[in-house]
């Protein structure tokens, strides 16, 4: 007790000028206060201050008692800290974790002149939970009001560090403009527990019709499950485009549920997607639910069972794919498909054993890989595809040795491919291809005062025997890895249709250089050396030559920047297929982002990939923003992408606008069964489409608060 003047009766010890009191917990002062003896109540008719770890009070008189934290308080303000909200009242009354004001305005502005207040007859919150209500609420803006309403539940801002009570609620509405016209999605979630919640939201797109969306997280006892469905009861731009089509006038719809359930010997996952057309996904992405979709040419239904017993590992399961571009089929079906591997270490050595047994089926199928017959073109259908099983085995040994500061890395192994084709006729060739790999690394560093430099020379010698297999066996899901990516290994095809053959040496260096705990810079070299001439390919012959010469550069010099790149070129045809170059700057300030990526494409289906993109975060003056980004194809002179947002945000209000344009495929309504090449068709079929857009977001600070960013949309980013 800190009084200047202490005076003491039977009942009561009185205190007068510059009084404090300090108690567990919390501090009081006044110029004046009445303790009552033997309790904890102090009383007061002066004004006072109440500290209470994150709640301040201030009152004119009342009484509060240290002990409970209990208080009845008159003409007075409140302030939390962590939720930065200040509450006025006429009364206010505390018990427990539950305060009630009388008379009371609610507000997260230190002046609700110029922002916004929150006046109720009655405002009750519950400090534990974060969550309260007010009856006979409006709604001001500066002085001005703007809405009026009986009875608003209160929810303290949703900050899963400092406030990780979750509660069911409408979350702020999503509102833009596009192509589409206006677009308005009020979300609801339910929240079940700390991990587990639906999001049920109904939308309106003006050029389109009504639907909803619907999101549903489960988790509990490490079984997840995550869904996603987005509906509209009919489409009226869609009936207008495709005046043709069988699903004029009916509802669309689409959905993905992926879950993952933790079960006695293993996990089961479900990854499964749908759609009611081709379109949909292209033409309704997702608001509150994450079906953004739109680029996607193949939607996954996989289901698999993985585990493992003692050395033995297994997955087995069923997978396949919806297409959502018409002029594509679904492709190969996996059902089933068997995967075992086994490992075993022993005395230096290594042993793997990887088995994947696999059952393949398809109605038709359109020609990805280019037969020669055609002179590299892609039919549109095969009608009777191959059907049928593949066993592919791995077995391989591994010892690895050190010689000084030598690494001495040895493999051999034997890839064995066998087919059983339901068509008797079509005649296949097992196969059983040794092969032995030989690495040798080392690892050299210079330590100095203030840093070190690391130099990691690297030869592997490559072997793999050569037996046929091309025209002959069936390709099911196997495509050509680009050169380059393998430089240091013999892996040339992605899928088990074919086993590679090289016979190669291969060369590589790496120089790095550290300084206080950052990488400055790092260069490193690789290239490969053909021994004899491939003979194995997916369809037909490709002209051997070495590899190409692979290399990346990352220089920091300071903290705020960085410039990455990287070079794929191939000297006997004097092209760079791949080309990657990026500068990243970051401070308090300012976050820039520029960069470009090549790469060339194997596919008479493509133009080559040719991207730059640029990225700006820059906060300004009196809590303004900007945002921008931008995704550029320097092919065809038109931007995939491009965003820009303006933010404002102070104590009071959060605001954001955001627009954004994407270009997106679209498909003309026209007859595909007279084309006999894909690569007519594409060309035929395939327009671009504008998708341009308005977001608009608005939040009052510490009320009703998700902290959502509205630079939410980026995604692809060749900068990340």
């Known amino acids: 007790i800190q009084s200047e003047r202490i005076s003491i009766s039977e009942e009561s010890i009185f205190l007068e000028e510059d009084v404090v009191l300090k108690f567990d917990g919390g501090l009081f002062t006044s110029s004046s206060a009445n303790l009552k003896e033997n309790s904890n109540l102090i009383n007061f008719n002066n004004n006072a201050y109440i500290f209470l770890n994150d709640l301040f009070l201030q009152a004119q008189r009342g009484k509060f008692n240290r002990r409970d934290n209990t208080f009845e308080l008159y003409s007075g303000s409140s302030y939390w800290k962590k939720p930065n909200l200040f509450i006025g009242f006429d009364t206010a009354q505390g018990a427990g974790d539950q305060i009630v004001f009388k008379n009371a305005s609610l507000t997260s502005c230190s002046n609700s002149s110029s922002g916004w207040a929150l006046k109720a007859e009655e405002i009750i919150i519950n400090e534990k939970i974060a969550k309260g209500s007010a009856k006979k609420i409006k709604l001001e803006i500066f002085d001005r009001t703007v809405f009026r309403f009986p009875y608003l539940p209160i929810y303290l801002s949703e900050d899963l560090e ?223 595809p191959s059907e049928g099983s593949r066993i592919f085995l791995n077995n391989s040994i591994h010892h690895k040795k050190f010689f000084k500061s030598l690494e001495i890395d040895t493999s051999l192994g034997i890839k064995s491919l066998k087919y059983d084709l339901e068509d008797s006729n079509d005649v296949t060739n097992d196969v059983s291809v040794p092969s032995i790999n030989i690495k040798i690394s080392s690892n050299l560093y210079k330590q100095n005062i203030d840093s070190s430099s690391y130099l990691s020379p690297i030869y592997v010698f490559g072997y793999s025997q050569t037996k046929k297999q091309q025209l002959i066996n069936p390709v099911f899901d196997t495509s050509l890895v680009p050169d380059g990516v393998s430089s240091l290994n013999s892996m040339r095809f992605a899928g088990y249709d074919r086993i590679e053959d090289d016979k190669f040496h291969a060369i590589g260096l790496r120089f790095s250089k550290e300084k206080e705990g950052i990488e400055k810079i790092s260069l490193s070299v690789k290239k490969k050396f053909l021994i004899k001439d491939r003979e194995i390919f997916i369809n037909r012959p490709i002209p051997s030559q070495d590899g190409p010469i692979s290399s990346s550069f990352t220089w920091q010099p300071l903290k705020s920047s960085k410039f990455v790149s990287y070079l794929n070129y191939t000297e006997d045809t004097s092209k760079i297929n791949n080309m990657g170059v990026k500068f990243l700057y970051a401070t308090e300030k300012v976050k820039l982002g520029i960069g470009q990526k090549f790469r060339r494409q194997n596919s008479s289906l493509k133009d080559d990939l040719y991207l730059t993109e640029f990225s700006l975060d820059m906060p300004l003056s009196k809590g303004y923003s900007i945002f921008a980004m931008g995704q550029r194809d320097n092919e065809t002179d038109k931007f995939l992408e491009a965003r820009l947002g303006f933010g404002y945000e102070n104590c009071c209000f959060a605001a954001a606008l955001t627009a954004s344009k994407r270009t997106l495929i679209r498909f003309n309504d026209i007859n595909i069964s007279n084309n006999m090449f894909l690569n007519e068709l594409w060309d035929n079929i395939i327009e671009s489409e504008n998708k341009s857009r308005i977001n608009i977001s608005f939040q009052l600070k510490g009320f009703n608060n998700n902290n959502k960013s509205f630079k939410k949309y980026i995604q692809n980013s060749i900068l990340n």
Do not use: C
């Open 162 to 384: 400092n406030n990780p009570i979750r509660h069911s609620r409408f979350l702020d509405p999503s509102i833009s403009y596009s192509s589409d016209g206006f677009d308005f999605t009020l979300p609801y979630q339910k929240v079940f527990s700390e991990k587990s919640d639906m999001t049920f939201g109904p939308r309106s797109i003006a050029n389109r019709g009504n639907g909803f969306e619907l999101n549903m997280n489960l988790n509990k006892d490490l079984n997840i499950l995550e869904a996603d469905f987005i509906y509209l009861n009919s489409d009226k731009k869609f009936d207008k485009r495709y005046p043709g089509s069988t699903s004029v006038g009916d509802m669309r719809w689409g959905y993905r549920i992926q879950s993952a359930s933790n079960l006695k010997f293993g996990i089961l996952r479900i990854d499964w997607s749908d759609q009611s057309d081709f379109h949909f996904f292209r033409d309704v992405p997702g608001e509150s639910v994450g079906l953004n979709l739109q680029r996607e040419e193949y939607a996954e239904q996989s289901i698999s069972f993985a585990g493992k017993f003692g050395m033995l590992s297994y997955d087995l399961g069923i997978i396949g794919f919806e297409t959502s571009n018409p002029i594509l089929t679904n492709g190969y079906r996996k059902k089933p498909y068997i995967d075992l591997s086994f490992n075993k270490a022993f005395g230096g050595f290594e042993f793997n054993s990887f088995l994947k047994i696999a059952e393949f089926s398809a109605n038709k199928i359109h020609d990805f890989i280019g037969y020669e017959i055609h002179d590299g073109k892609f039919l549109r259908l095969i009608e009777n």
